[in-house]
């Protein structure tokens, strides 16, 4: 979308707030709206028998369910700015696309919908942006789903393209290619309006962020080792690898070159892996032939999706949990078919979000976890 695209709706949203205009919303899905059953509602419970022993939490599991899993068709919809906010065509803002955030509405800057010199995209459009869509650990394990579990629907219609975010298309559409999605249907949403005559929404399946089902999860670890010609005879062959996230924008950990070294006293073949630079082939390559990594939280963590039987340890900032129920990186682990481990630093974030990890206590636990986990199995 052109800049004075952007100039106008963001004009027209500082207007709207300067003059208290009221943003309509509907906060319920309009019942005349045409709504598919993708998956039915469904539970397992989450293996977190390295979390539990590790910590002495209770050795229960943690339960995970998700509702009935729905498409709905919203013709003539209208679809505004990067966020791609969904609009009925009575201008109301469509408060269900948001789910799991429709409760925090009042956290993100809406742009307005402007019909006039708005985009019209003809046919049927299926809805691959939202929040987090800029973040790629989010994009592949919040939005990719959506679009996973819809796969056989789409394969039913006749003409269809997917919206993404112009200037993420660049790096998004390697991971449409990887699901053997052609990325000449995709069809750009920036700054300005799009009209979409029948617009495609499948939500988060889950309350919790990142925490998809296991057949969305294996799908995406399936076709990214076709798409890197991954030799299933290396899995697990390599060193252990400690993932860097030293040129992160945020979220930093400040003393991660001593959690390294504290950690090669322990894993002497440990590498340190910075990403950057990385073919996506590559990456994925990386986590099938990786049996252990150490890795802060975060984008390159994220590809443990790609991994089979790996071992993750997830360092974070904050308090040990009571249990393990709010240990997510070991439950995207255990969805994905790997083990997890999640280390909490008792650190609050600092500025910039960053943190550090406590060197005698990370040195304390990495000699436990090396004389107590067989991750070589």
Known sequence: MSTAARFFHDT?????RRLKWTLPVCEVMPGELKRTLLVPADACVIDTALEEIFH??????VPYAWPD????VIPEALVVGDQGFVFLPDGRLLV???FPNDDKLHIFKVRRPIKLGAQRVNGTAFHLTGSNHENRGHFMLDHLPRLIVAE????????WQIILTGHH?????EYLQMLGFDPAKIVACESGTLIVERLLHVPFVSTRSSVAPSFALNRLRDAGAEYAGVNAAQDRCGPPVFLSRRDAPNRRVLNEQMLYEIAREFLPELQLVLLTGMTLSEQIRLYRHTPLFISPLGQASCNMVF???NTIINLTHGPQPENAAGCVGTHIAALSGNRGLTLHSGTDLGVNKDWSFPEPAFSQQM?????TVNWKK
């Open 12 to 16: 027209y949203a500082s207007l709207a």
């Open 56 to 61: 002495g939490y209770p050795s229960q599991g």
């Open 69 to 72: 899993w729905k498409c709905t």
């Open 96 to 98: 269900p696309t948001l």
């Open 152 to 159: 056989e629907m789409l394969r039913g219609e006749k003409d």
């Open 169 to 173: 298309i660049s790096w998004q559409r």
């Open 307 to 309: 991994g089979m039987g």
């Open 367 to 371: 000699k436990r976890f090396a004389e």
